[in-house]
């Protein structure tokens, strides 16, 4: 069973960037989508956003244009960039394989000045 661990949270001041990571403990090579959802405190997990093994994207509205999402098979790994951070991209951000059902534990960001 695959195992997914997210890293590269922290503190971030509004307008910066932010990469997070998300490792994977066996070859992701052949799972077809990779996502990445946020739970802000009080509020539903949200779709952040995804990406195929073919490399196609798409991105909730509230992001477009500012994180990007993808993925390094050689390497397991899943990455978003985030860039001109705002306050309401504070939340825990998780990792998802939805065709294995696996999660990662989360990696908090908070943008604060």
């Known amino acids: 069973q695959v195992q997914l661990v997210e890293s590269g949270g922290g503190l971030v001041q509004p307008g910066g960037p932010l990469r997070l990571s998300c490792a994977a403990s066996g070859s992701i090579f052949s799972i077809n989508v990779m996502r990445w959802y946020r739970q802000a405190p009080g509020k539903e997990r949200e779709l952040v956003a995804a990406?195929?093994?073919?490399?196609?994207?798409n991105y909730a509205d509230s992001v477009k244009g500012r994180f990007t999402i993808s993925r390094d098979n050689a390497k397991n790994t899943v990455y978003l960039q985030m860039n001109s951070l705002k306050p309401e991209d504070t939340a825990v951000y998780y990792c998802?394989?939805?065709?294995?059902?696996?999660w990662g534990q989360g990696t908090p960001v908070t943008v604060s000045s």
């Open positions: 998802n394989a939805p065709n294995l059902g696996v």
């Open positions: 990406i195929t093994k073919a490399g196609s994207t």
